[in-house]
């Protein structure tokens, strides 16, 4: 009974709002917001209701009316609402592409911080059925405000990346991106920061089977470690440099690298270890015993004969 109420509501807004649209010889110009209050308004009956798909449609209508006038803020509300409800039935196809149509609006608006927050939070709506589409908004985030000169914000959105390459296994990238992530936090003089990342780069370039690259990484950010990170990364890069996998699991077990970000502590935890180098059995080559025959020398075969 209160759905149907709800919804007769949001139909007579609708009437409304289009009632307002409309132009006559009195009337030049369409009253856009008015009629962009209305659909919202609307939204909110259908909402309620659980009409989600007459929701989001005028919500769709009072973004056009913001649009029209003029109001960019407003009308990028209006998406970052159609995202919610998209999140509410578990649509996400649109979800991107809403939350671009967001961020282009609030940047024209001139309100970067938003444009980058209504990115933040699409990916995180995003991040753990489609990590690509995520990984893609935490990029654009980034390009969004390093164009402000936000380098700490930079460096958060930077963090978000590094972990969501690591966990879809996109090692090489990986490093690029945790490499400029050491760099914002440079800029910043985090130096904690960076001990801590230059412990993730060790691990994830010896994930991409790079032993020199994992040892250059370690000499060049080293000096921002703390003690027991650096005693772990020397142990492990020995154990990789000796192959020997005991040592190695050894290192990996340490209690600061299995607390660290669920992505990285996995990384840990599934990286291949080196294999034991073989030893031959015959290794050493021990001199014959008295019993065994020698070879025959050239001296022997031109005794017999020569070499023909």
Same mark, same amino acid.
């Given at each position: 009974?209160? @759905?149907?109420?709800?919804?007769?509501?949001? *139909?007579?807004?609708?009437?409304?709002?289009?009632?307002?649209?409309?132009? @006559?010889?009195?009337?030049w110009r369409p009253d856009y917001e008015v009629a962009a209050d209305e659909y919202q308004k609307a939204a909110t009956c259908f909402r309620l209701a659980k009409s989600y798909?007459?929701?989001?449609?005028? !919500?769709?209508?009072?973004?056009?009316?913001?649009?029209?006038?003029? @109001?960019?803020?407003?009308?990028?509300?209006?998406? %970052?609402?159609?995202?919610?409800?998209?999140? %509410?039935?578990?649509?996400?196809?649109?979800?991107?592409?809403?939350?671009?149509?967001?961020? +282009?609006?609030? *940047?024209? +608006?001139?309100? =970067?911080?938003?444009?980058?927050?209504?990115?933040?939070?699409?990916?995180?709506?995003?991040?753990?059925?489609?990590?690509?589409?995520a990984l893609r908004l935490y990029q654009h985030a980034i390009e969004v405000v390093m164009n402000e000169d936000s380098t700490r914000q930079a460096a958060e959105y930077a963090?978000?990346?590094?972990?969501?390459?690591?966990?879809?296994?996109?090692?090489?990238?990986?490093?690029?991106?945790?490499?400029?992530?050491?760099?914002?936090?440079?800029?910043?003089?985090?130096?904690?920061?960076?001990?801590?990342?230059?412990?993730?780069?060790?691990?994830?370039?010896?994930?991409?089977?790079?032993?020199?690259?994992?040892?250059?990484?370690?000499?060049?950010?080293?000096?921002?470690?703390?003690?027991?990170?650096? *005693?772990?990364?020397?142990?492990?890069?020995?154990? !990789?440099?000796?192959?020997?996998?005991?040592?190695?699991?050894?290192?990996?077990?340490?209690?600061?690298?299995?607390?660290?970000?669920?992505?990285? @502590?996995?990384?840990?935890?599934?990286?291949?270890? =080196?294999?034991?180098?073989?030893?031959?059995?015959?290794?050493?080559?021990?001199?014959?015993?008295?019993?065994?025959?020698?070879? =025959?020398?050239?001296?022997?075969?031109?005794?017999e004969g020569g070499l023909c």
């Open positions: 009974m209160i @759905s149907t109420k709800k919804i007769e509501e949001g *139909q007579e807004l609708i009437r409304q709002a289009e009632k307002s649209l409309k132009t @006559s010889l009195l009337k798909d007459q929701c989001k449609d005028c !919500f769709h209508k009072a973004a056009d009316c913001h649009k029209q006038a003029r @109001s960019w803020f407003h009308a990028a509300k209006c998406y %970052e609402q159609i995202i919610l409800i998209l999140k %509410e039935t578990n649509n996400l196809t649109q979800v991107e592409e809403f939350a671009n149509r967001a961020c +282009h609006l609030y *940047q024209q +608006h001139g309100s =970067p911080e938003s444009a980058a927050s209504a990115l933040d939070k699409a990916a995180k709506v995003l991040e753990a059925n489609s990590p690509e589409a963090s978000k990346i590094s972990r969501l390459m690591v966990k879809l296994g996109m090692y090489d990238q990986a490093a690029d991106a945790l490499r400029r992530e050491i760099g914002l936090n440079q800029q910043t003089e985090s130096y904690g920061a960076i001990g801590r990342l230059a412990v993730v780069l060790v691990l994830v370039q010896l994930a991409r089977g790079d032993n020199v690259a994992a040892e250059k990484a370690f000499k060049e950010w080293g000096n921002c470690c703390d003690v027991q990170e650096v *005693q772990t990364l020397e142990m492990l890069l020995q154990a !990789f440099d000796d192959e020997d996998p005991d040592a190695a699991k050894q290192a990996l077990a340490s209690p600061f690298i299995r607390s660290m970000d669920v992505e990285y @502590s996995r990384l840990a935890r599934d990286l291949p270890l =080196p294999k034991a180098s073989y030893k031959s059995p015959n290794a050493g080559n021990p001199a014959p015993s008295a019993g065994d025959s020698a070879p =025959p020398t050239i001296e022997d075969d031109m005794e």
